[in-house]
């Protein structure tokens, strides 16, 4: 199937992690230009010759916890580019696991600064470009929590929530205009982050594969967490015209049988 992909600019925030660096391939992969951020030069430095894309991939340095960064990669992206037709917030933070009478004021905010601000700053700064062309798409990267409370996780699942109420109303905002603005939510991903997340609320009471057991052992199909090859895909789908006519939808990246999005 023809995506429809090839030489639209993508804009991919956190490209230069497990989940990102497989979304920049993916695109690359398809014929698209991609701009991607990072929080360093040096990743950004270590991925460009895994890509080997030459003028179709560009590294941005940004903090996607300050406005003007945000605001810099998006100008940046289109200076380098002359458009942008594709936006992915990619970027996230897991936070810290308490329960809420340990919870601080400064964790919630860290992990919504991320997951939920900068998410929207991305949008606030690409949907003039997308307006004006009356075309493109939006595709969040959200998770599985936004419809599924963990006890002790309150920070990163309420954020999630957040973002999927906010993507929800941005593609009524952009639909009208023609452009298409979704979100996938992955369950488990077989990411560094994953193993933090799972260091973080078992600490060494369990073996990787034990963790992976007890969080992927319900699921219809493997047993197994997702690999970001098929986040990725997920997020091309959604990106691509092929699903024009979806609008507000979170597909899950996991074979969970659960409520709809």
């Known amino acids: 199937?023809?995506?429809?992909?090839?030489?639209?600019?993508?804009?991919?925030?956190g490209g230069t992690?497990?989940?990102?660096?497989?979304?920049?391939?993916?695109?690359?992969?398809?014929?698209?230009?991609?701009?991607?951020s990072s929080t360093s030069q040096a990743k950004i430095d270590a991925l460009l010759p895994e890509l080997d894309a030459g003028e179709r991939v560009a590294g941005f340095v940004a903090d996607m916890n300050k406005e003007e960064d945000i605001k810099n990669f998006v100008e940046g992206a289109k200076a380098k580019f002359?458009?942008?037709?594709?936006?992915?917030p990619n970027a996230g933070y897991e936070g810290k696991?308490?329960?809420v009478q340990d919870?601080?004021?400064?964790l919630f905010q860290e992990t919504y600064m991320l997951n939920v601000f900068a998410v929207m700053l991305v949008m606030k700064y690409a949907a003039p470009t997308l307006i004006e062309k009356k075309?493109?798409?939006?595709?969040?990267v959200a998770s599985a929590a936004a419809y599924e409370p963990t006890a002790g996780n309150s920070a990163y699942v309420s954020s999630k929530y957040a973002v999927a109420g906010l993507t929800k109303c941005v593609a009524m905002e952009l639909g009208p205009v023609g452009v298409h603005v979704n979100y996938v939510c992955p369950g488990p991903v077989d990411t560094p982050m994953m193993l933090r997340i799972e260091k973080d609320f078992f600490g060494d009471s369990m073996t990787h594969e034990e963790a992976m057991a007890m969080l992927a052992g319900n699921y219809a199909m493997d047993k197994r967490y997702a690999t970001p090859e098929e986040v990725a895909n997920a997020v091309l789908y959604l990106a691509s015209e092929v699903s024009?006519?979806?609008?507000?939808?979170?597909m899950h990246v996991d074979?969970?049988?659960?409520?709809?999005?």
């Open 135 to 140: 075309a493109g798409s939006v595709v969040v």
């Open 255 to 261: 074979s969970k049988v659960s409520a709809p999005c």
């Open 97 to 99: 696991a308490h329960p």
């Open 82 to 88: 002359g458009t942008v037709d594709v936006v992915v």
């Open 17 to 36: 992690g497990g989940i990102g660096k497989a979304i920049v391939k993916g695109f690359l992969k398809e014929g698209a230009k991609v701009a991607f």
């Open 1 to 13: 199937m023809d995506l429809k992909l090839n030489d639209k600019v993508v804009l991919v925030t």
């Open 244 to 250: 024009a006519h979806t609008a507000g939808m979170g």
């Open 103 to 106: 919870m601080t004021l400064e």
